[in-house]
Structures are given as C-alpha cells and as structure tokens.
C-alpha cells in the first residue's frame, strides 16, 4: 500500500460545478497535511493546510480532515477553467518533522 | 518577499556526463529540500538540510547524487554520471524550520533530460 493516495483522474467537471478530490494515508501519526496545485510545466503551490479533523474553508476551497478514516479531501466549488491543474495531497509523516509524502497528483479539468 | 531560486531552469545532457542544480531558500527559511518528481508523479524527497546539516537523505542514490548546503544557505544538488532514468524536473523546496506544521514552498524546479 502506498503511504498517499489518489485518485489519478482525470476529473472532469463543468464550468460551476463542485469538484471532489480525494486522498488517503497509512500513517496513523500523521499530524499535517496538505493540497497543492501544480499546472503543467510549474511547480506545485499551497492552496491549503489542514491539521485538526473537520473542515476548513478558504474562498472556494473547502479541505475536509478525518483522521479515524485517514481521509483527507478538497472541494472546490464554482469551479472555473482556471482551476484546471494536478492537485497534490501531502501529508506529514508521523514523528518526523518537515518529511512531506506526496500522492501521485489527481489532474482536474474544468470544462466552459 | 523572493521566492525559491533555482538554476538553471532546463539542462540537456548525454548519459555519463555530470550535472548540478543550484537551489537559493527564501530568505530566514532554515530548512531546504531536494525533490525529484517523474512525469506523472508526485514529487519524492532526495534529501532534506537543517541548516548546514542533512537530517534525511535515506533516498539519495549516494552512489551517483551528492548535495551540499555550505554556510546553511545556497545548495547544490550533484549527479555523476547521469543515467537515462535520471530524466526529472529536480524541485527544491524550503520552510522556515521542520517543524510538522511548517508549509513549504517550492522553486521552479529544473528540467532535466538525459540523453
């Protein structure tokens, strides 16, 4: 079993819509975790955190924590032709500070 | 606030030569890691720097990859000789300590074709 997991995709959705995408990990200890968007031929950047289980909304974004299920999610609503990108989920690997496990990216794409 | 600096930006190479990537942290960030990230993956960590030190570099092919972080600032990311499957963009990333709540952010990476 991979330490991160996601769903390759691609995930298509219309222009509006919620996009769902979803991650799982092994690593009880995992204390933080991540989504980052990296569009093609860049470099992946923070969209956002999440440490505690529950949700945690920033703009359209909506991170989704729950540690009994090792689950983490990212919704983003009104998805627009711009969000179309790869979605990293990362997580914290228990006690070893600052080691980041990356899924293998979930690619997005937003049709007008 | 500058961000992560790397160079250069591409680099095309032939099989045995040798290769280097240079990374600059955003200013006051103590920890700088290397990753290397395949066509369709995420990227995977080479070897993370507290400062000067390398605290976890278990996944660097020290046969061929060497890295250096000399004044616990720049560094620099050696591979001798590349081989074919060495074909990655190298991303270097930094934080402010490695602390598990720290958020790290990553430079442009360099794209890195062997022939």
């Known amino acids: 079993q991979k330490e991160v997991e996601q769903n390759s995709g691609p995930l298509s959705v219309p222009e509006g819509a919620i996009a769902s995408l979803n991650c799982t990990y092994s690593d009880r200890g995992s204390q933080s975790f991540f989504w980052y968007r990296q569009y093609s031929g860049k470099s992946p950047e923070l969209i956002m955190f999440?440490?505690?289980?529950g949700d945690k909304e920033d703009g359209r974004f909506t991170a989704q924590l729950n540690k009994a299920s090792q689950y983490v999610s990212l919704l983003i609503r009104d998805s627009q032709p711009s969000d179309s990108a790869t979605y990293l989920c990362?997580?914290?690997?228990?006690?070893?500070?600052?080691?980041?496990?990356f899924g293998q990216g979930t690619e997005l794409s937003v049709k007008p | 606030e500058a961000g992560v600096v790397q160079s250069p930006r591409y680099k095309i190479i032939e099989k045995k030569q040798p290769v280097a990537f240079w990374c600059n942290p955003i200013?006051?960030?103590?920890?700088l890691y290397w990753y290397r990230q395949n066509l369709g993956q995420g990227p995977e960590l080479l070897i993370r720097y507290e400062n000067e030190e390398a605290v976890d570099d278990s996944q660097l092919p020290k046969d061929r990859f060497s890295a250096e972080r000399l004044k616990g600032v720049d560094s620099t990311l050696k591979i001798q000789p590349a081989e074919l499957g060495d074909s990655a963009v190298y991303l270097c990333?930094?934080?402010?300590?490695?602390?598990?709540?720290?958020?790290?952010?990553f430079g442009p990476g360099t794209r890195l074709l062997v022939l």
């Open positions: 999440i440490y505690s289980n």
């Open positions: 990362a997580v914290n690997v228990g006690n070893q500070g600052g080691k980041l496990i």
């Open positions: 990333a930094s934080s402010r300590t490695r602390r598990w709540e720290e958020t790290q952010y």
């Open positions: 200013s006051g960030h103590n920890t």
